[in-house]
């Protein structure tokens, strides 16, 4: 008998929301939950019932960026106090089980901090923290270094912008996404 599940919920911003999930998981009924520029807080307000009882996958949080800067750098509070509300939106959704992707590095403008993608890295370690000290069942899937290129910028063909991806970014998030499932 196969116990792998026949459905996945999908919840995230414009990255999620441009990705065409039933062509890289054809084998799943997919129930997305995805809005451009959405930041994590809008969650809390979209009716994500579709979720409850099957697996979960969030990939939000870059815009959300912006409102945590200080001194071009991500504040110390802001990395705690957004990987606190991460966890308690992601036990909302009483998954089967919960992937979190990391928040991928990224390159928007020539006005970003150079900072910005090592603070990136600091926050996904801390939602990874976080989930752990939670009773939910989840899997980090830690994305971010596959993102970049040998001298640590963004991988440019990856990307059409610096921060939404191209085919072949979509085609590497998907393989490991699926690799987790």
Not at 16 to 31: A, G, M, R, V
Request: aromatic share 14%; with cysteine.
């Amino acid at each position: 008998m196969d116990d792998s599940p026949s459905e996945i919920c999908f919840i995230g911003d414009s990255i999620t929301y441009q990705w065409d999930l039933e062509k890289y998981f054809p084998e799943y009924k997919i129930n997305k939950h995805a809005i451009s520029g959405s930041v994590l807080e809008d969650v809390t307000q979209w009716d994500t019932e579709d979720c409850k009882g099957i697996p979960t996958v969030m990939l939000i949080g870059t815009n959300n960026l912006l409102y945590g800067m200080e001194n071009d750098t991500l504040t110390s509070k802001f990395i705690q106090d957004f990987s606190t509300q991460y966890a308690q939106i992601a036990n909302s959704f009483n998954a089967s089980k919960f992937y979190a992707i990391s928040i991928l590095p990224r390159n928007k403008s020539d006005n970003e901090s150079l900072s910005l993608n090592a603070d990136i890295r600091k926050l996904n370690q801390q939602i990874d923290q976080t989930l752990k000290q939670t009773n939910i069942h989840y899997e980090f899937i830690d994305v971010y270094d596959y993102f970049l290129d040998k001298d640590g910028d963004i991988h440019w063909d990856y990307y059409y912008d610096g921060l939404h991806l191209t085919q072949e970014g979509y085609e590497i998030l998907s393989y490991h996404i699926k690799d987790a499932l």
